[in-house]
């Protein structure tokens, strides 16, 4: 058996400003701070949890928190992998609008698809993100605007090469990434259908722990508050 820890990050200047943030770079808030520190106390206090690797995205905030609970919970030593395609989901053209306007500017209804549903894709952004930390991926992979299954197809291929492949091997893993990112990856882990993902929330800084048989089949699931 294995474990698998997936952990959103820490309060970010976004998330205490209400915006969409996506591929925007934010750092963490000193709430965030104190919330990633907690976190990898808690992560410590698992039982038998001995990660070998841990994953983050190539964004600020996951960083720092990935940082931070591997300070706290004693995991320095780890290499830390980091990959675009566990960024968070990339709210195009909605990124850095307040999401209170949101509702105003598109109705509730169709806000609350673009952000708790599976299909539906908010309004591209003009162009590709231009950033020196993307020079390395194919320019055609980058996203302008993602549903929340596009996310799910962007990560499965690392999901599956590098993380399954270890827990497989029956190492504990750890992934630091973001709100949608984890609820992509949840719903593949849990089958969860296109109705009740609506529902699913991830906290800031509150683990999931997953235990795994040899068939990468959920026994045990455990969350840490």
């Not at 820490?10 to 943030?21: F, L």
């Amino acid at each position: 058996m294995a474990k698998l820890a997936l952990l959103r990050h820490g309060e970010s200047q976004a998330n205490a400003a209400n915006v969409y943030t996506g591929w925007n770079d934010v750092p963490l808030t000193d709430k965030g701070r104190r919330q990633a520190w907690a976190a990898g106390e808690k992560l410590k206090e698992v039982g038998d949890f001995h990660p070998t690797m841990i994953h983050t995205s190539l964004l600020s905030r996951a960083i720092e928190t990935a940082n931070i609970v591997a300070e706290a919970a004693g995991f320095l030593y780890l290499h830390v992998a980091k990959t675009w395609r566990l960024n968070e989901r990339h709210y195009g053209a909605l990124r850095g609008l307040d999401k209170d306007v949101s509702r105003k500017i598109f109705g509730k209804e169709q806000v609350l698809e673009w952000r708790r549903g599976c299909d539906a894709v908010p309004p591209a952004q003009g162009s590709p993100t231009i950033d020196r930390r993307y020079w390395g991926v194919d320019p055609q992979l980058l996203p302008r605007a993602e549903s929340l299954h596009q996310t799910q197809l962007r990560l499965l291929p690392y999901y599956e090469d590098e993380v399954a492949s270890r827990l497989v091997a029956g190492e504990d893993q750890l992934i630091v990434a973001h709100g949608s990112s984890l609820r992509a990856l949840i719903k593949y882990l849990e089958d969860i259908n296109n109705v009740d993902i609506l529902k699913l929330e991830v906290p800031n800084a509150q683990a999931i722990v997953y235990d795994f048989d040899q068939e990468l089949n959920i026994v045990d699931k455990m969350i840490t508050n």
